[in-house]
Each structure stands twice: as structure tokens, then as C-alpha cells.
């Protein structure tokens, strides 16, 4: 989707950061472009990230960062997403950082998700969604994890980094598999299932999390 779309949207949130608050910053390009906005404005924030490479831009900006622990809690978290689906019910974690960004929304008092209108849909699933779980065993898990599943679904694959035939590494130091189900008739059944799999340690579905959404059209910005 148009580069110029997600920069909108990111634009649109950063507006919304008050002086002196506590942000959760997200993981990806749409929240690049947040985040380069919100370095624009100047403002005294303390800043929590959710990845590595999300710290270094936020640092490489000026942003003054703290660790997770650090802060008693986030005030509001802007962060993109792979899916938006009804009931603002999200896939998360095609780039890798679910963990820590459950983790930072779970933190805030607020969450924004940001996107470009490409990510909406009627129900959740067309993104495969990516489940980390710990080494020791994923393949294990994995068998597990495709038990959990619908009978209907299309195989869970190992990530792999992009440069070279090897697992993508997490963070967190686990792996993620994607899971194509094509269609999450009932994400809240699912998440439950899946989370009490002793490997896996998070799952991409954010579900009751987001309390408003920027979704950047060409007319120009919707709020949900
Ligand atoms: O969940 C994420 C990273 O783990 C991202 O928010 C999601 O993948 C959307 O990325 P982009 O803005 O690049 O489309």
C-alpha cells in the first residue's frame, strides 16, 4: 500500500500526543512514520519501544527512551497492524515484535492502532498469523499449534530471515511460525487455545486492546 497513506496516519496520531506523557511506540512502517513525526513536534515525552529497531530510530531521533519496567505506565501506545478486523480485533506481528508490543499495550491506557485502509477486513485471517514460541522444542510445538487450529487450515511455517535460509530470531531470542487459517471465525477461542500451548509465548491476536483506530484512506483520515 501507498507509502504516502501510512505516513498519514502516522502523522494523525503523533498529533495527538500530549506534553509530558508517557508513549508506547510501535513496530513497523506505519509506526516509522509515527514516530519521525512525533520527533518533529518536539514535545517532552517519555517513550517505551517495542522493538530494537524501533529504540535505535526513537534514540537515533532524540527521543528520550525507558525501558518498560521503568515506567508505572504508558499513557497511550501507537502502534500499526497487519489486520484490522471487526470490533477493532487486530492481527499483529508481521515484523517480528508481538511479544513486546503485547506487552506495551497491555501497559497503556490507550492504544491507537494506524493504517493505511488496505488493512481492514470483515474478519480476521487472510494475514497468517504468527505465533512465537520458545526454540526448546517448537517443532513440538508446532504439531501442537496445528492441532489447535481448524481443520481447514493451510500448513504453519517457520519464519525464516529474509538474507538467508535460517529462522528468524525474535528479540526475545524465539522463533515465530505463521499460521495461514484464512478466516478467524472466532479470534477469542482461538487466543485462549493457543496461549495454553506451554511453548508458545504469545500469539499475533489483539483482541480488546485497540481503542481507536486511524485508518488512512485517500479521502483522507477515518477514525474508528
Ligand atoms: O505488528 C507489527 C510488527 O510486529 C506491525 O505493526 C505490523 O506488522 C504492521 O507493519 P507495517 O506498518 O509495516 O505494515
Request: hydrophobic share 50%; net charge neutral.
Amino acid at each position: 500500500m501507498a507509502d504516502h497513506q501510512k505516513r498519514a496516519a502516522g502523522e494523525a496520531a503523533a498529533e495527538l500526543i500530549q506534553d509530558g506523557t508517557v508513549v508506547g511506540l510501535g513496530t513497523g512502517s506505519t509506526a516509522v512514520h509515527f514516530v519521525q513525526a512525533l520527533a518533529r513536534r518536539r514535545l517532552d515525552l517519555t517513550c517505551v519501544a517495542t522493538s530494537r529497531a524501533t529504540a535505535e530510530l526513537a534514540t537515533r531521533l532524540g527521543l528520550r527512551l525507558a525501558a518498560l519496567d521503568d515506567v508505572g505506565r504508558i499513557d497511550v501506545t501507537v502502534d500499526g497492524a497487519d489486520e484490522i478486523g471487526p470490533e477493532l480485533a487486530l492481527i499483529k506481528g508481521g515484523g517480528g515484535a508481538l511479544l513486546r508490543e503485547k506487552l506495551v499495550w497491555q501497559a497503556s491506557a490507550r492504544c491507537i492502532v494506524i493504517a493505511d485502509a488496505g488493512k481492514r477486513v470483515g474478519c480476521l485471517g487472510r494475514f497468517p498469523l504468527p505465533i512465537e514460541v520458545t526454540p526448546f522444542g517448537h517443532r513440538h510445538t508446532a504439531a501442537r499449534i496445528a492441532g489447535v487450529l481448524e481443520a481447514a487450515h493451510l500448513p504453519t511455517a517457520l519464519r525464516l530471515r529474509g538474507d538467508a535460509n535460517k529462522p528468524f530470531v525474535t528479540d526475545n531470542g524465539n522463533l515465530i511460525y505463521d499460521a495461514a487459517l484464512e478466516r478467524i471465525a472466532a479470534p477469542a477461542p482461538l487466543a485462549r487455545a493457543l496461549k495454553a500451548e506451554a511453548g508458545v509465548v504469545e500469539h499475533g491476536l489483539f483482541i480488546g486492546l485497540a481503542a481507536t483506530a486511524l485508518i488512512s484512506t485517500e479521502a483522507g483520515i477515518e477514525r474508528l
